[in-house]
């Protein structure tokens, strides 16, 4: 056999090893013979395998012990073997007699190695590209969705701005966020980063390519540095991934769209990635092995140490993404404990030959990069389907892997057998305390320390009773005697003497006649006569009992209760003192020379058929954990972390574990230039291409920064245009009519002359009239007070003492701590201005405008006044006041009332239960408040009201949403994922965006909701549409969709403004105190 067709051989073998590994983890068949009849008669593809033996499942017995330790020799399917062939085998299990097993594995690499031959491509690869082709067609579908399902860039760049030096994000192009967790956590390892920008192509590169994988390795790791270069130097908040993914779309050519485990695409991406520096490798080598980066940075190798039939062998193998088990176990040691040993293993430590079998896997080289993955998928074969495991599993942040490796062999068995005989004797210690703690041989059981108390309790008890006197006196007439006819009372009730005595008039002797007594008769009453007899006590109590019977009872009781007790806590101590020596078996110094620290998280969010990804990863410079959610990179915790990795919580857990050797630091080292000593940072990482690539993405960048700039500057001189024509034209329609009222704002009464006023839609009032007059009353009301109190009569010295009443009246309005009803900025603009502090001249130039208004009354000393006012307003030059600015104060208050009519009309339909109507006035009116309130803190309204009604809103439409799917008539269900699609789903990166507790945990209702029905049995078609529909609700990206049009809103005078929006704010009533 040729060198070439050696290496097809081995790297066929490991890719069908890989194959049978998946095959018998997603349908739990241990039969190898049947696995591989499986792949055959699928011809490698994993989806037909299953289906095939789901249907055989029922009808084929499970192997043997001896069946599974021979095909664990052969192929080591457990782990996923890469790299070189395995070293030598001790002992030869197979020989030459080859049975039918045997047969059909060489049958099956034989027509793997024929397809690898002549297309470059195994099936395991096709497979994966199912992956790609199901991202790239999301996003190209993407295109073609409604409206409100598209994910759009924001069109402002300053939004997609990158701030400082923060991480770059990665762009969701279509279903891609496994991609951007496991390129995050690989970029953010820094070493990795510098081999990826460093990479220069072989140079033979230029000649004819050998086969099909250099034209997809060498492409491919092209845009992978292109990627990391942006992400190193970009000026933009996220960037697109998409032509690396195009580019493994690309590389592989298949008919079919499933999703497959997204480790599957990780340890893909490594190999390829290996395979692109061992061919750099070989050109650079000069006669020495080549060393391949990849290899050294995330491989390892591990010993199988093993017995089959009492004969022993050993076998190296290497190993890359090491997996585990997470059902059945608590934390990350028992799922390596129970990864490290395989079958009875007894036999391994006895020097006489057993038939037992079994192995050990003892690790003899760990990479610097240590990754875990975590099996939380299973198939359900009564279901048919694969299903997600939700157990709790934790893990530590620092690991210390001494007790897995092959020189600490001997050391570790010895703790493991002294954890095994410590196990033991705890189970027989918990089993002896749940006698104390269960006490009793019925069902119900209690702990017997509280059983002697209670006894204890009973013994001392005094009888308490009470006559059925007093009840049938309490309805007889006043001076009634019936009492006296009844029986006499028991020695119970003569115990209880000193409480009948107090009974009343019916406990003595009668003042009536005695023949009167004679005749009287008991009243007849059915509850009174049907209770319990008048000698049972009100409470348990014996009945008879002496001093010395008591005494000596409860000396008994109390010192059996503190025997009890004694003997408990003795348990409970040993039980405590056990654990503690289990959990310091490893803890002395020599088993702690292997310190692995946690470096990210990769977790999944929903079930096995939809969900979400991203990830989180430490950064040691900040010393803080970052969580990488696509486009939203932000400080995350500790805290965080384990409540969305550890899982058994929520629906999301974590699949991946990426560890670090805490004693390499040059995995996570910033690299210094050597000649200023100088830690390079941004561009200065970057070779020379890589610069210029990212300078030339940066100047577009900029590019659209300025064009945008340009297009806002003129948008707002057409605005400027736009107001000072309607200035003109209202004020010549003011001068040819003068004698008809006039629509009026506190802004709409600006002199001819002066500088644009309001927006005119700002103006149109329904019922301007009135408007008009409430305002037309307050100025002349204030003129009347300034007259009355103003000794000099001038219209001059009136217009200031005037005006300083008013601007009285207003302060002390804005200083009041009123209620939400009652706010007192919509019923007047100074009063906004006030509580925002606005600059005095701005107060003065509105107090003046009010005062010049055409639409005072018309007597002599308003007119005049009026006249004084507009003469002052033509004095004032440019330079007094910033025109700019007084119109840009002017337009805050429009956004503000513009953003209390939304709010009203949202809490207006939510009161009257429609939902639907009500959420976009709530969304909107939320986000004009926010914009608003980030300028001042009285510039807008409560943000948390309008964020619990926000919040609640949501919640109502999914609940609707549900009860709709569940009556699983097609009408109901359409309209009810309509709701979700249209409405609900949209808002959801609303509420991931800020990230407030509250929101997170209504958007977790709103999926749990969903996701309960996983697990139900229901109709093809439903089961259909909830697939679809759960990536969706599942995506945690918080891109913005884009939304309907904001609604149309009504415009309102001051005064209906005002009215209305108190009736509703205190129709609110008990608003939750959190809420408020």
């Known amino acids: 056999m040729t060198v070439e067709q050696n290496v097809l051989q081995q790297h066929s073998q490991k890719h069908q090893q890989t194959l049978l590994n998946q095959l018998r983890e997603v349908t739990g068949t241990t039969d190898v013979q049947l696995l591989q009849q499986a792949l055959q008669v699928s011809n490698g593809d994993l989806a037909e395998a299953v289906a095939f033996l789901t249907e055989k499942n029922a009808k084929v017995p499970q192997q043997d012990e001896t069946t599974y330790y021979q095909t664990s020799q052969v192929a080591s399917d457990r782990y996923i073997s890469v790299g070189s062939q395995a070293d030598t085998n001790v002992i030869d299990l197979t020989g030459d007699d080859k049975d039918d097993l045997q047969r059909a594995i060489a049958l099956s690499l034989e027509e793997s190695n024929r397809a690898f031959r002549e297309t470059g491509i195994t099936d395991e690869e096709q497979a994966i590209s199912r992956v790609l082709e199901a991202s790239i067609a999301e996003n190209k579908a993407s295109l073609k969705r409604t409206h409100t399902e598209v994910w759009s860039d924001s069109p402002n760049p300053y939004d997609r701005k990158r701030i400082d030096t923060c991480p770059v994000g990665l762009k969701n192009v279509g279903n891609t966020c496994w991609f951007s967790a496991v390129i995050q956590s690989l970029f953010n390892l820094l070493e990795f980063q510098r081999l990826v920008l460093n990479y220069s192509p072989p140079a033979q590169v230029h000649d004819l390519p050998r086969n099909q994988k250099e034209h997809r390795n060498l492409p491919f790791m092209q845009e992978l540095r292109n990627l990391f270069s942006l992400m190193v130097g970009s000026k933009r908040k996220y960037v697109d991934p998409s032509r690396a993914v195009e580019i493994l779309k690309d590389a592989f050519k298949s008919s079919e769209s499933q999703q497959q485990d997204v480790s599957e695409f990780t340890h893909k991406l490594l190999d390829w990635l290996e395979d692109a520096f061992q061919m750099k490798a070989e050109e650079d080598r000069e006669g020495e092995k080549p060393k391949n980066p990849m290899v050294e940075l995330f491989y390892g190798r591990f010993l199988a140490v093993g017995v089959l039939e009492g004969k022993k062998f050993e076998n190296t193998e290497m190993f890359g993404q090491y997996p585990l088990q997470v059902n059945g176990f608590k934390d990350l040691h028992e799922c390596l404990e129970a990864a490290m040993i395989e079958g009875e293993i007894e036999s391994l430590h006895s020097a006489e030959n057993s038939a037992r079998s079994g192995q050990e896997h003892w690790f003899t080289e760990l990479p610097p990069v240590l990754t875990f993955e975590l099996s939380r998928f299973e198939f359900n074969q009564a279901l048919g389907r694969p299903e997600k495991i939700h157990n709790k599993l934790e893990f530590p942040s620092m690991l210390y892997m001494d007790r897995y490796m092959d020189r600490n062999r001997e050391i570790t068995r010895i703790k493991r057998e002294e954890i095994r005989r410590l196990k033991e004797h705890l189970t027989l210690l918990q089993q002896r305390l749940e006698r104390y703690l269960s006490y009793g041989s019925g069902p119900k059981r209690f702990p017997l320390a509280d059983v002697l108390q209670y006894a204890m309790e009973f013994a001392s008890s005094k009888p308490v009773c009470t006559s059925p006197v007093e009840d049938i006196d309490s309805s007889a007439p006043p001076g009634g005697t019936t009492g006296q006819l009844l029986p006499p009372p028991s020695t119970a009730e003569q115990d209880c003497s000193p409480a009948m005595e107090t009974s009343g008039p019916a406990s003595g002797l009668s003042a009536g006649p005695a023949v009167a007594q004679q005749q009287r008769v008991p009243i007849h009453k059915p509850f009174t006569q049907s209770r319990l007899p008048p000698d049972l006590p009100m409470h348990p109590a014996p009945r008879h009992i002496t001093e010395e019977e008591l005494r000596v009872l409860e000396g008994c009781l109390h010192r059996w209760r503190s025997e009890v007790e004694n003997d408990t806590r003795d348990l409970q101590g040993s039980i405590n003192r056990i654990h503690r020596t289990i959990d310091l078996m490893y803890s002395d110094k020599s088993m702690m020379q292997v310190p692995y620290r946690l470096h990210a998280v990769l977790v999944h969010e929903g079930q096995a058929n939809a969900g979400h990804y991203w990830a989180y990863i430490y950064d040691p410079h900040q010393r803080c954990w970052m969580k990488y959610n696509d486009i939203s990179v932000t400080k995350s915790s500790w805290e965080e972390l384990v409540r969305d990795s550890f899982g058994g919580y929520r629906n999301a857990s974590a699949y991946c574990l990426m560890y670090i050797n805490d004693k390499k630091p040059f995995l996570i080292e910033e690299e210094f230039d050597k000649e200023t000593g100088q830690i390079l940072s941004?561009?200065?990482?970057?070779?020379?291409?890589?610069?210029?690539?990212?300078?030339?993405?940066?100047?577009?960048?900029?590019?659209?920064?300025?064009?945008?700039?340009?297009?806002?500057?003129?948008?707002?001189?057409?605005?400027?245009?736009?107001?000072?024509?309607?200035?003109?034209?209202?004020?010549?329609?003011?001068?040819?009519?003068?004698?008809?009222?006039?629509?009026?704002?506190?802004?709409?009464?600006?002199?001819?002359?002066?500088?644009?006023?309001?927006?005119?839609?700002?103006?149109?009032?329904p019922s301007p009239t009135n408007d008009s007059k409430h305002l037309q009353e307050d100025t002349e009301r204030a003129i009347s007070r300034a007259a009355a109190e103003q000794e000099e009569r001038s219209p001059e010295a009136l217009l200031n003492a005037a005006i300083k009443l008013e601007y009285a009246r207003l302060l002390r309005f804005a200083q009041e701590d009123t209620p939400p009803e009652n706010d007192y900025r919509l019923q007047h603009i100074i009063v906004y201005f006030i509580q925002n502090q606005a600059p005095k001249k701005i107060l003065e130039r509105t107090l003046l405008t009010q005062f010049a208004d055409r639409n005072l009354a018309f007597d002599e000393r308003c007119k005049s006044i009026m006249n004084v006012a507009r003469a002052k307003l033509d004095l004032i030059k440019p330079d007094e006041v910033n025109m700019d600015e007084y119109e840009m104060w002017h337009q805050t208050y429009r956004n503000f009332r513009e953003t209390t009519i939304f709010m009203m009309s949202g809490l207006e339909h939510f009161q009257k239960s429609n939902y639907m109507e009500a959420l976009m006035y709530l969304i909107y009116s939320y986000q004009y408040n926010k914009e608003l309130l980030s300028k001042g803190l009285y510039r807008g309204h409560d943000e948390e009201i309008l964020g619990y009604y926000r919040r609640e809103c949501l919640l109502k439409l999914n609940e609707q949403a549900a009860t709709m799917f569940e009556s699983g008539e097609e009408a109901e269900v359409s309209t009810g994922l309509g709701i979700m699609n249209e409405l609900v789903v949209p808002c959801i990166p609303l509420l991931l965006i800020h990230d407030t507790e509250r929101d997170l945990l209504a958007v977790e209702d709103m999926r749990n909701r969903w996701c309960s029905y996983l697990g139900q049995e229901m109709e093809s078609n439903l089961q259909e549409k909830l697939t679809d529909f759960l990536p969706k609700l599942l995506d945690c990206s918080t891109e913005i969709k884009s939304f309907h049009d904001p609604p149309k809103v009504p415009a309102y005078s001051t005064l209906e403004l005002s009215e209305r929006f108190s009736r509703v704010m205190a129709a609110l009533g008990r608003v939750p105190t959190k809420a408020r």
């Open 682 to 765: 941004g561009m200065d990482k970057l070779p020379p291409d890589l610069k210029q690539y990212v300078k030339e993405d940066n100047e577009l960048f900029c590019k659209e920064i300025e064009e945008w700039d340009a297009l806002q500057a003129r948008k707002a001189q057409q605005e400027k245009l736009a107001l000072a024509t309607a200035a003109a034209s209202a004020a010549a329609s003011t001068s040819t009519s003068s004698s008809s009222p006039q629509p009026m704002s506190i802004e709409s009464s600006l002199p001819d002359n002066t500088a644009p006023q309001q927006d005119p839609e700002y103006m149109e009032q």
